[in-house]
Protein backbone atom coordinates (compact mmCIF):
# COMPACT_ATOMS: atom_id res chain seq x y z
CA UNK A 1 0.00 0.00 0.00
CA UNK A 2 0.98 3.14 -0.91
CA UNK A 3 2.58 5.31 2.23
CA UNK A 4 -0.20 8.36 2.83
CA UNK A 5 0.69 10.49 5.74
CA UNK A 6 -2.68 11.37 8.43
CA UNK A 7 -4.37 13.90 6.82
CA UNK A 8 -7.66 16.11 8.65
CA UNK A 9 -8.53 14.81 12.66
CA UNK A 10 -7.13 17.56 14.47
CA UNK A 11 -10.09 18.09 16.80
CA UNK A 12 -9.87 14.24 17.51
CA UNK A 13 -5.62 14.11 18.05
CA UNK A 14 -6.89 17.31 20.25
CA UNK A 15 -9.11 14.80 22.03
CA UNK A 16 -6.47 12.36 22.96
CA UNK A 17 -3.31 14.32 23.59
CA UNK A 18 -5.86 15.96 26.17
CA UNK A 19 -7.38 12.85 27.63
CA UNK A 20 -3.48 12.04 28.09
CA UNK A 21 -2.53 15.25 29.92
CA UNK A 22 -5.13 13.97 32.99
CA UNK A 23 -3.95 10.65 32.92
CA UNK A 24 -0.57 11.00 32.88
CA UNK A 25 -0.55 14.09 35.56
CA UNK A 26 -1.02 14.21 38.88
CA UNK A 27 -2.83 11.71 40.79
CA UNK A 28 -3.37 7.82 39.00
CA UNK A 29 -6.71 7.81 37.22
CA UNK A 30 -7.68 5.55 34.09
CA UNK A 31 -8.74 7.46 30.90
CA UNK A 32 -10.40 5.84 27.49
CA UNK A 33 -10.75 6.87 24.59
CA UNK A 34 -13.41 5.30 22.14
CA UNK A 35 -13.06 5.49 18.57
CA UNK A 36 -15.69 3.87 15.96
CA UNK A 37 -16.47 4.04 12.37
CA UNK A 38 -16.39 2.23 9.44
CA UNK A 39 -13.74 -0.18 8.01
CA UNK A 40 -11.29 1.65 6.43
CA UNK A 41 -12.15 5.27 7.89
CA UNK A 42 -9.04 5.25 9.21
CA UNK A 43 -9.34 4.05 13.23
CA UNK A 44 -6.05 2.16 13.12
CA UNK A 45 -4.10 5.10 11.93
CA UNK A 46 -5.67 7.69 13.84
CA UNK A 47 -5.13 5.84 16.82
CA UNK A 48 -1.01 5.36 16.10
CA UNK A 49 -0.64 8.76 15.06
CA UNK A 50 -2.04 9.28 18.41
CA UNK A 51 0.07 7.00 20.75
CA UNK A 52 3.32 8.79 18.47
CA UNK A 53 2.04 11.73 19.34
CA UNK A 54 1.96 11.07 23.32
CA UNK A 55 3.84 13.70 25.55
CA UNK A 56 5.48 12.63 27.92
CA UNK A 57 6.07 9.22 26.25
CA UNK A 58 3.87 6.69 27.93
CA UNK A 59 6.27 4.30 30.57
CA UNK A 60 4.06 1.04 29.22
CA UNK A 61 2.30 0.59 26.23
CA UNK A 62 -0.25 -3.00 26.10
CA UNK A 63 -1.09 -3.57 22.69
CA UNK A 64 -3.66 -6.52 22.16
CA UNK A 65 -5.70 -7.51 18.59
CA UNK A 66 -8.41 -9.91 18.17
CA UNK A 67 -7.41 -13.17 16.40
CA UNK A 68 -10.23 -13.33 14.07
CA UNK A 69 -9.12 -16.67 12.60
CA UNK A 70 -9.00 -18.52 15.87
CA UNK A 71 -10.47 -16.29 19.01
CA UNK A 72 -10.34 -17.97 22.05
CA UNK A 73 -10.80 -16.81 25.66
CA UNK A 74 -8.80 -13.28 26.87
CA UNK A 75 -7.09 -13.00 23.15
CA UNK A 76 -6.24 -9.67 23.66
CA UNK A 77 -4.47 -10.19 26.91
CA UNK A 78 -2.93 -13.22 25.20
CA UNK A 79 -1.35 -10.94 22.45
CA UNK A 80 -0.69 -7.90 25.04
CA UNK A 81 1.09 -10.37 27.07
CA UNK A 82 3.48 -12.05 23.74
CA UNK A 83 7.32 -11.42 23.81
CA UNK A 84 7.02 -10.31 27.86
CA UNK A 85 9.03 -11.61 30.44
CA UNK A 86 5.77 -12.72 33.20
CA UNK A 87 8.42 -14.24 35.72
CA UNK A 88 8.40 -11.87 37.87
CA UNK A 89 4.43 -10.79 38.10
CA UNK A 90 2.83 -11.54 41.69
CA UNK A 91 0.39 -13.93 40.08
CA UNK A 92 0.06 -17.89 40.01
CA UNK A 93 2.55 -18.82 37.03
CA UNK A 94 -0.27 -21.44 35.99
CA UNK A 95 -3.00 -18.63 35.85
CA UNK A 96 -0.65 -16.78 33.65
CA UNK A 97 0.26 -19.39 31.37
CA UNK A 98 -3.17 -20.06 31.02
CA UNK A 99 -3.91 -16.41 30.19
CA UNK A 100 -1.15 -16.43 28.12
CA UNK A 101 -2.17 -19.48 26.29
CA UNK A 102 1.00 -21.17 26.36
CA UNK A 103 0.30 -24.42 24.38
CA UNK A 104 1.21 -26.58 27.34
CA UNK A 105 -0.80 -23.86 29.97
CA UNK A 106 -2.30 -26.46 32.45
CA UNK A 107 -6.02 -27.26 31.85
CA UNK A 108 -8.48 -24.44 33.20
CA UNK A 109 -9.26 -24.72 36.88
CA UNK A 110 -10.55 -21.19 37.99
CA UNK A 111 -13.65 -20.03 37.85
CA UNK A 112 -14.34 -17.26 35.01
CA UNK A 113 -14.82 -14.73 37.73
CA UNK A 114 -11.53 -15.79 39.20
CA UNK A 115 -10.15 -15.50 35.85
CA UNK A 116 -11.40 -11.67 35.54
CA UNK A 117 -9.83 -10.79 38.59
CA UNK A 118 -6.54 -12.56 37.77
CA UNK A 119 -6.53 -10.86 34.02
CA UNK A 120 -6.86 -7.05 35.91
CA UNK A 121 -4.73 -7.78 38.84
CA UNK A 122 -2.10 -9.23 35.59
CA UNK A 123 -2.74 -5.88 33.70
CA UNK A 124 -2.45 -4.01 36.67
CA UNK A 125 0.90 -5.50 37.63
CA UNK A 126 2.01 -4.63 33.98
CA UNK A 127 1.18 -0.91 34.43
CA UNK A 128 2.60 -0.97 37.93
CA UNK A 129 2.87 3.26 38.49
CA UNK A 130 2.65 4.12 34.90
CA UNK A 131 1.48 5.96 33.10
CA UNK A 132 0.82 3.78 30.48
CA UNK A 133 -1.13 3.03 27.66
CA UNK A 134 -3.90 0.23 26.48
CA UNK A 135 -4.49 -0.16 23.18
CA UNK A 136 -7.40 -2.24 22.49
CA UNK A 137 -7.59 -2.56 18.12
CA UNK A 138 -10.35 -4.04 16.38
CA UNK A 139 -13.22 -4.11 19.61
CA UNK A 140 -15.48 -5.45 17.72
CA UNK A 141 -13.88 -8.74 16.89
CA UNK A 142 -12.72 -9.53 20.30
CA UNK A 143 -14.10 -12.43 22.27
CA UNK A 144 -16.62 -11.75 25.26
CA UNK A 145 -14.11 -12.46 28.25
CA UNK A 146 -11.59 -9.96 26.65
CA UNK A 147 -14.65 -7.78 26.55
CA UNK A 148 -15.56 -8.03 29.86
CA UNK A 149 -11.80 -7.28 30.57
CA UNK A 150 -11.40 -4.10 27.99
CA UNK A 151 -14.88 -2.69 30.72
CA UNK A 152 -13.80 -3.46 33.60
CA UNK A 153 -10.33 -2.35 32.99
CA UNK A 154 -11.81 1.14 32.10
CA UNK A 155 -13.29 1.60 35.20
CA UNK A 156 -10.33 0.56 37.41
CA UNK A 157 -10.37 2.73 40.30
CA UNK A 158 -7.07 4.39 40.33
CA UNK A 159 -4.96 2.55 37.05
CA UNK A 160 -2.45 4.73 35.52
CA UNK A 161 -3.55 4.52 32.38
CA UNK A 162 -5.26 5.05 29.22
CA UNK A 163 -7.67 2.95 26.92
CA UNK A 164 -7.15 3.41 23.20
CA UNK A 165 -10.24 1.39 22.06
CA UNK A 166 -10.56 1.70 17.80
CA UNK A 167 -13.70 -0.75 17.55
CA UNK A 168 -16.03 -0.87 13.64
CA UNK A 169 -19.79 -0.68 14.33
CA UNK A 170 -21.14 -3.85 16.84
CA UNK A 171 -23.03 -5.07 13.27
CA UNK A 172 -19.97 -5.92 12.23
CA UNK A 173 -18.90 -8.32 15.22
CA UNK A 174 -19.46 -12.05 15.88
CA UNK A 175 -22.09 -10.82 19.03
CA UNK A 176 -23.56 -7.54 18.06
CA UNK A 177 -25.49 -7.35 21.69
CA UNK A 178 -22.19 -7.75 23.27
CA UNK A 179 -20.07 -5.24 21.68
CA UNK A 180 -23.34 -2.86 21.67
CA UNK A 181 -22.95 -3.27 25.73
CA UNK A 182 -18.89 -3.49 25.49
CA UNK A 183 -19.46 0.12 23.86
CA UNK A 184 -22.21 1.69 26.00
CA UNK A 185 -20.16 0.75 29.03
CA UNK A 186 -16.88 1.79 27.99
CA UNK A 187 -18.61 5.60 26.88
CA UNK A 188 -20.50 6.00 30.06
CA UNK A 189 -16.50 5.34 32.01
CA UNK A 190 -15.71 8.21 33.72
CA UNK A 191 -13.87 11.22 31.60
CA UNK A 192 -14.47 8.84 28.33
CA UNK A 193 -14.50 10.40 25.20
CA UNK A 194 -16.61 9.00 22.33
CA UNK A 195 -15.46 9.65 18.58
CA UNK A 196 -17.46 8.64 15.83
CA UNK A 197 -15.09 8.87 12.39
CA UNK A 198 -16.58 9.84 9.45
CA UNK A 199 -15.67 9.72 6.08
CA UNK A 200 -13.16 12.22 4.85
CA UNK A 201 -14.28 15.57 3.19
CA UNK A 202 -13.35 16.92 -0.18
CA UNK A 203 -10.28 19.28 1.43
CA UNK A 204 -8.69 15.99 3.04
CA UNK A 205 -9.22 14.21 -0.03
CA UNK A 206 -7.98 17.39 -1.89
CA UNK A 207 -4.70 16.36 0.93
CA UNK A 208 -4.60 12.85 0.00
CA UNK A 209 -4.27 13.79 -4.00
CA UNK A 210 -1.60 16.60 -2.81
CA UNK A 211 0.70 13.92 -1.40
CA UNK A 212 0.19 11.66 -4.30
CA UNK A 213 0.88 13.79 -6.90
CA UNK A 214 3.41 16.40 -5.65
CA UNK A 215 4.01 19.42 -7.34
CA UNK A 216 1.33 18.63 -9.74
CA UNK A 217 -2.15 20.63 -9.87
CA UNK A 218 -5.22 18.71 -8.97
CA UNK A 219 -8.40 20.39 -10.41
CA UNK A 220 -11.30 20.45 -8.51
CA UNK A 221 -13.31 17.96 -10.85
CA UNK A 222 -10.86 15.34 -10.13
CA UNK A 223 -11.03 15.86 -6.52
CA UNK A 224 -15.23 16.05 -6.60
CA UNK A 225 -15.07 12.84 -8.86
CA UNK A 226 -12.82 10.82 -6.31
CA UNK A 227 -14.28 12.31 -3.23
CA UNK A 228 -18.02 10.75 -4.93
CA UNK A 229 -16.33 6.99 -6.02
CA UNK A 230 -14.95 6.50 -3.20
CA UNK A 231 -17.57 8.20 -0.14
CA UNK A 232 -14.83 9.72 1.64
CA UNK A 233 -13.34 6.44 2.65
CA UNK A 234 -9.57 6.76 2.71
CA UNK A 235 -9.15 3.11 2.10
CA UNK A 236 -10.85 2.79 -0.60
CA UNK A 237 -9.54 5.93 -2.26
CA UNK A 238 -5.97 5.26 -1.03
CA UNK A 239 -6.50 1.78 -2.91
CA UNK A 240 -8.09 3.40 -6.22
CA UNK A 241 -4.57 5.62 -6.67
CA UNK A 242 -2.92 2.41 -6.19
CA UNK A 243 -4.61 0.81 -9.00
CA UNK A 244 -4.56 4.09 -10.87
CA UNK A 245 -0.43 4.49 -10.34
CA UNK A 246 0.91 5.71 -13.24
CA UNK A 247 -2.43 7.86 -14.81
CA UNK A 248 -2.49 11.87 -14.83
CA UNK A 249 -4.39 13.26 -11.71
CA UNK A 250 -7.01 14.34 -14.89
CA UNK A 251 -7.53 10.66 -16.10
CA UNK A 252 -9.43 9.65 -12.88
CA UNK A 253 -12.22 11.71 -13.63
CA UNK A 254 -13.62 9.90 -15.97
CA UNK A 255 -14.89 6.25 -14.43
CA UNK A 256 -13.00 3.40 -15.47
CA UNK A 257 -15.01 -0.42 -15.75
CA UNK A 258 -14.68 -0.80 -12.07
CA UNK A 259 -15.99 -4.49 -11.06
CA UNK A 260 -15.90 -3.01 -7.40
CA UNK A 261 -18.17 -0.69 -7.87
CA UNK A 262 -20.52 -2.98 -10.22
CA UNK A 263 -21.08 -5.49 -6.88
CA UNK A 264 -21.51 -3.19 -4.37
CA UNK A 265 -24.09 -3.95 -1.96
CA UNK A 266 -27.53 -1.98 -2.60
CA UNK A 267 -28.13 0.46 -0.57
CA UNK A 268 -29.69 -0.61 3.10
CA UNK A 269 -33.73 -0.78 3.93
CA UNK A 270 -34.66 2.39 5.85
CA UNK A 271 -37.73 2.03 7.50
CA UNK A 272 -38.07 5.92 5.93
CA UNK A 273 -35.72 7.15 8.56
CA UNK A 274 -33.77 10.27 6.79
CA UNK A 275 -29.97 10.69 5.83
CA UNK A 276 -29.87 12.34 9.53
CA UNK A 277 -31.80 10.02 11.51
CA UNK A 278 -29.75 6.99 10.09
CA UNK A 279 -26.79 8.82 11.34
CA UNK A 280 -27.99 9.25 14.25
CA UNK A 281 -29.17 5.69 14.50
CA UNK A 282 -25.28 4.56 13.51
CA UNK A 283 -24.15 6.31 16.92
CA UNK A 284 -26.34 5.16 19.16
CA UNK A 285 -25.49 1.72 17.92
CA UNK A 286 -22.06 2.84 18.91
CA UNK A 287 -23.12 3.63 21.95
CA UNK A 288 -23.22 6.65 22.07
CA UNK A 289 -24.82 9.14 24.33
CA UNK A 290 -27.14 12.31 23.22
CA UNK A 291 -24.43 14.50 24.26
CA UNK A 292 -21.88 12.42 22.40
CA UNK A 293 -23.86 12.06 19.15
CA UNK A 294 -24.18 15.90 19.42
CA UNK A 295 -20.68 16.59 19.26
CA UNK A 296 -19.99 14.13 16.84
CA UNK A 297 -22.47 15.13 14.46
CA UNK A 298 -22.07 19.27 15.28
CA UNK A 299 -25.92 19.64 16.07
CA UNK A 300 -27.53 20.23 19.17
CA UNK A 301 -28.14 18.47 21.82
CA UNK A 302 -32.38 19.29 21.81
CA UNK A 303 -31.66 18.25 17.88
CA UNK A 304 -30.87 14.63 18.74
CA UNK A 305 -33.49 14.36 20.95
CA UNK A 306 -35.87 14.96 18.38
CA UNK A 307 -34.27 12.87 16.23
CA UNK A 308 -34.07 9.63 19.28
CA UNK A 309 -37.60 10.24 19.79
CA UNK A 310 -38.41 10.15 15.70
CA UNK A 311 -36.11 7.12 15.46
CA UNK A 312 -38.04 5.15 18.66
CA UNK A 313 -41.36 5.64 17.12
CA UNK A 314 -40.24 5.06 13.76
CA UNK A 315 -38.41 1.76 13.84
CA UNK A 316 -41.17 0.85 16.94
CA UNK A 317 -38.51 0.97 19.66
CA UNK A 318 -39.25 1.27 23.24
CA UNK A 319 -35.90 2.64 24.26
CA UNK A 320 -32.73 3.33 22.89
CA UNK A 321 -31.34 0.21 23.55
CA UNK A 322 -33.37 -1.18 21.32
CA UNK A 323 -33.32 0.87 18.44
CA UNK A 324 -29.47 0.20 18.50
CA UNK A 325 -30.34 -3.55 18.75
CA UNK A 326 -32.74 -2.70 15.66
CA UNK A 327 -30.40 -1.24 13.61
CA UNK A 328 -27.86 -3.76 14.08
CA UNK A 329 -30.49 -6.30 12.85
CA UNK A 330 -31.51 -4.47 10.06
CA UNK A 331 -27.48 -3.61 9.02
CA UNK A 332 -28.32 0.23 8.89
CA UNK A 333 -25.06 1.75 9.51
CA UNK A 334 -22.44 3.22 6.89
CA UNK A 335 -22.57 0.02 4.53
CA UNK A 336 -18.39 0.89 3.32
CA UNK A 337 -17.21 -2.01 4.19
CA UNK A 338 -13.64 -3.74 2.90
CA UNK A 339 -12.67 -7.59 3.24
N1 LIG B 1 -6.96 10.44 7.81
C1 LIG B 1 -6.35 9.76 6.83
N2 LIG B 1 -5.52 10.39 5.97
C2 LIG B 1 -4.90 9.71 4.99
N3 LIG B 1 -5.06 8.39 4.78
C3 LIG B 1 -5.86 7.71 5.60
C4 LIG B 1 -6.55 8.36 6.67
N4 LIG B 1 -7.27 7.44 7.31
C5 LIG B 1 -7.04 6.28 6.70
N5 LIG B 1 -6.19 6.43 5.66
C6 LIG B 1 -5.75 5.38 4.72
O1 LIG B 1 -6.69 4.33 4.78
C7 LIG B 1 -6.06 3.12 5.20
C8 LIG B 1 -6.99 2.38 6.14
O2 LIG B 1 -7.05 3.05 7.38
P1 LIG B 1 -7.14 2.25 8.76
O3 LIG B 1 -6.43 0.96 8.64
O4 LIG B 1 -6.72 3.17 9.83
O5 LIG B 1 -8.70 1.99 8.82
P2 LIG B 1 -9.53 1.31 9.98
O6 LIG B 1 -10.64 2.24 10.30
O7 LIG B 1 -8.64 0.90 11.09
O8 LIG B 1 -10.12 0.05 9.22
P3 LIG B 1 -10.49 -1.40 9.80
O9 LIG B 1 -11.88 -1.30 10.36
O10 LIG B 1 -10.44 -2.27 8.60
O11 LIG B 1 -9.46 -1.77 10.85
C9 LIG B 1 -4.76 3.56 5.85
O12 LIG B 1 -3.77 2.59 5.70
C10 LIG B 1 -4.41 4.80 5.08
O13 LIG B 1 -3.75 4.47 3.89
MG1 LIG C 1 -8.07 -0.91 11.93
Not at 15 to 22: C, K, M, Q, V, Y
Request: proline content about 10%; some cysteine.
Amino acid sequence: MMPVSMVGRAGELAEFASAWATVAGGRPRTGCVVVTGAAGVGKSLLISAALDGLSPRPVTILTGTARVHTPAPYDWLAAALSGRDTTELPLPPDALAWLAQHPNAPRERYAPDALLRLAVRTVRALVGAGPAVLVVEDLHALDPASLNLVGELATAPDLPALLLVGSRPPEEAVSPRLVTATLARLSGAPGAIRQHLGPLGRPEVAAVLGQVYPGLPVPPAVVEALWRRTGGNPYRLVELLVAERGRRPEELVAEPVNLRLLVEPPPAPTAELTGREIEVLSCLAAGMSNKQVARSLGISVRTVTVHVSNLLRKTGSASRTEAALWAVRQQLTDPARHG
